[in-house]
């Protein structure tokens, strides 16, 4: 089995490489992302490997099938890049559903109080001898109330800690998890109560821009907003108007909605042309970090372990435990008596 590997990180080897000895799989690594220009460079090889910000749209995926690839493994859980109806009955495409829910759970609560205690600003004050703390104050956690925005595994153990912190929840989700511990409510009743609110649901065409004016207008003056999602579930022109109007107290943002072109590279010595993000980078209750809620050895380690055993099923010819499909508007359903929906 040959694998092209698309936006390698030094970090994707060391797990990747020790999994593809074992199970005998050669692996070409590529540094650049997966588009329709990079996308005939896949020819002779039967699977590719993405990241969540490579493109697998109609065009690219054309060109990976005319080149012979047969499996998409994809080596993240979301899978909103993906054109699946191209898809379907050319390329399978498989996924890791969940990697490490606890990872991005801790690393929401991360930005929350580093967010609401300026942490980071203190942090940059005293690498400059400068010890005033005039401007960093913050609010007690405790007795406030977390609105949380899906309630999948992340969702609920984000709430978990948020009842560990001494806050009540609230939570909204079309489909409710069957847990009698999560309070939930209508959305506008979520963003008008909740002190902080934490987005932890997919992007779709329903949540695309979910925070836009009208939602953000409905947000205590104070809120406190967490993204660890995907960014598009924010309209960002948006959150800048209200951030300069002061209708929110700040943002923690692990991800951005133009982010492919930024997240994961070294920009250090280059001028930021997306005018969004860089007014977002101007205000100092702002927290962004670089996309690396997922980013800790157990995470990485199970995301290695998933998609290889997902191309061991590929090729066995075995039932795909994690493959989403077109025809099942997500994850494979599969039709009586057969293991894949084609």
Known sequence: MRIAFYDTKPYDKIWFDILAEQNGFEIKYFDFK???????????????????NDTADKETLDILYNSGVKLLALRCAGYN????????????????????????????????????RKTHRAY??????????NGLIGID????????????????????????????VLAYDPNPADDENIKYT??????????????????????KHMIHTENLEKMKPHALLINTSRGALIDTTALIEALKHRKIGGAGLDVYEEESEYFFEDLSDTIIEDDELSRLLTFPNVLLTSHQAFF??????????????????????TAFENEICYKCNGPCKKEENKNNCF
Not at 85 to 114: C, G, N, Q
Request: proline share 2%; with cysteine; net charge negative.
């Open 296 to 317: 800790t050895e157990e995470a990485m380690r199970e995301i290695a372990q998933v998609t290889m055993e997902n191309i061991k099923a590929f090729q066995a010819g």
């Open 186 to 207: 209508e959305l506008d009743e979520l963003l008008r109560q909740s002190d902080v609110i934490s987005l932890h649901c997919p992007l779709t065409h329903e949540t």
């Open 124 to 133: 940059a004050r005293t690498r400059d001898n400068n010890f005033n703390i």
């Open 141 to 168: 956690l405790s007795g406030k109330t977390a609105g949380i925005i899906g309630t999948g595994k992340i969702g609920r153990l984000f709430a978990g800690i948020c009842k560990g912190f001494g806050m009540s």
């Open 81 to 116: 890049h993906v054109d699946f109806k191209s898809a379907y009955e050319k390329i399978h495409v498989v996924r890791v559903p969940d990697y490490s829910p606890a990872a991005v759970a801790e690393h929401a609560a991360a930005l929350l109080l580093t967010l609401n």
């Open 34 to 52: 997966l588009n329709a220009e990079t996308a005939f460079l896949s020819k002779g090889f039967e699977a590719v490997c993405i990241f969540v």
